[in-house]
């Protein structure tokens, strides 16, 4: 257990539906980051939250959002999907701003659009 | 801009044979770190080991070490005594103010 803890697990769900990736970060980290992987895919880097305001966005696209709340979990909201919206979402979490000691990742959210 | 390339896409090595594994990047910031992620089939992200760009000394971890080419930008993996658990696929990536992966590097591990 890395102490990043997302849910759910695994989502399946309909095109053009709308769905909620939560995260919690390891205790005491202060910065949460999401990321999307594809199959056979990279680490595209969506969007970083540090103690509550939004640092850093990636490739995001405008139907995804996110927020990090004052208990510090996070959530990814993703809106009128698509079929290629399916990947596997990675929540990570680091202490700080600057990343000196590494991410540590959560387990991901599998999210097949059908 | 910061960027991190890994130009082999496959690597395959004997069961307790070495294998390095390629990185380079490029940056404009002077304090950085430099990481390898491991990503085996239950597509879990494990850190394997860290570089601290100030440090000369290259990073060790058991089976794991780097060598860390400051001047040339070059930050390769060496796993040693390659194992069957190995089999993975590895990220090299940048940190700083942000954090940057390369593409990755698929490892086979052949009995």
């Known amino acids: 257990d890395s102490g990043v803890t997302q849910t759910p697990k695994h989502l399946i769900t309909a095109t053009g539906q709308r769905v909620t990736l939560r995260c919690s970060p390891r205790s005491g980290d202060l910065s949460v980051y999401w990321y999307q992987q594809s199959l056979d895919q990279g680490l595209q880097f969506l969007i970083q939250?540090?103690?509550?305001?939004?640092?850093a966005k990636g490739n995001i696209l405008e139907r995804f959002s996110a927020q990090q709340f004052p208990d510090l979990h996070s959530e990814l909201n993703l809106s009128s999907l698509e079929l290629g919206d399916s990947a596997l979402y990675f929540c990570a979490s680091s202490p700080a701003v600057v990343i000196n000691y590494g991410y540590t990742f959560g387990s991901g959210t599998r999210l097949t659009v059908v | 801009a910061q960027t991190v390339t890994q130009s082999q896409p496959e690597m395959s090595v004997q069961e307790a044979e070495t294998v390095t594994l390629s990185c380079t990047y490029d940056?404009?910031?002077?304090?950085?770190?430099l990481f390898w992620y491991k990503q085996p089939p239950s597509r879990q992200m494990i850190l394997v080991i860290r570089?601290?760009?100030?440090?000369?000394q290259n990073a060790t971890e058991n089976r794991f070490s780097v060598n860390f080419q400051k001047a040339a930008k070059s930050f390769s993996l060496k796993i040693s005594d390659s194992q069957l658990g190995d089999a993975a696929m590895y990220f090299c990536a940048l940190g700083g103010h942000q954090f940057y992966f390369g593409t990755g590097t698929s490892l086979t591990v052949i009995p």
């Open positions: 939250y540090y103690n509550g305001e939004e640092r």
């Open positions: 570089q601290e760009a100030y440090k000369q």
């Open positions: 940056t404009s910031e002077s304090d950085y770190y």
